[in-house]
């Protein structure tokens, strides 16, 4: 089975590259099943419904969140109707949505994706550490293959995870920094791990927002209002190989991919 994980989608710009690319890459590399972070695809900061059932339409399965998934006031009320979008499952008991949802591959067996978040300079939540252990026993009986978002901050916490988990689950996959990490690697029993898998949206910018702005808070320490760049969409993923009964992952590589790009070589990907 191959699993195409889509990096943290930034407004706009980075739903209309989702848009552009995804049928291309699901075509040529034979993609089951596609998983994407979208807590910030509403205007930068934030989902609302109109925004995660187009980027459902576009062909995404699943969606992942993190501490910005509350950002748009309508998130409480649509995440506990559509049980495909995710919220950390380290949230406190009685927070609305859930932390897991099994899905469906195209030909193949089911996948479970499990959303937890870090606490290392994040907002403090249950240990993600145990409750993981937790989510991955709810679901094991209806599914070999499990993919974590772990939305995190520190690479240290996002190693920490991948290790705590190598050969529990197919695959351990870091999202927030929006910086796309060169560390793909299959971890001891066949988990597949990267520290983060990046943004999709526009590159020409500051993790997603206008550069001037955000260098002038670094300059100045002013506040400043941010808002979402435009230069540069391009698609940041990651591709993994799983097998269907065991769960064990044989592979994972970066995609790193321009609407452009695609449109004269749909092999561009960015692997070592």
Known sequence: MKILFIGDIVGKPG???????????????AIDIV???????AGGMGITRDVAESIRDFGVQVMTSGNHIWDKKEALDYIQLEPRLLRPANYPNGVPGRGHYVAHGKNHGPV????????????????????????????????QIVIVDFHAEATSEKLAMGWHLAGKVTAVVGTHTHVQT?????????????????????????IGVHTGPALQRFLNGMPSRFETATANPRLNGVIITADDVTGRAAGIVRVNV?????ETSSTELVST
């Open 15 to 29: 739903r209309e590259v989702v848009r552009k690319t995804l049928p291309i890459l699901v075509e040529h590399h």
């Open 35 to 41: 998983i994407a972070n979208v807590e910030n695809a």
């Open 112 to 143: 479970a994706v499990i959303n937890v978040m870090g606490r290392v300079f994040m907002n403090p939540l249950d240990n993600p550490f145990h409750v993981i252990n937790e989510e991955i026993e709810a679901i094991r009986q209806d599914a």
């Open 182 to 206: 060169a560390d793909e690697r299959i971890l001891p029993n066949g988990t597949a791990y990267i520290t983060d898998v990046g943004m999709t949206g526009p590159h020409d910018s500051i």
């Open 258 to 262: 321009s609407a452009e790009s695609l």
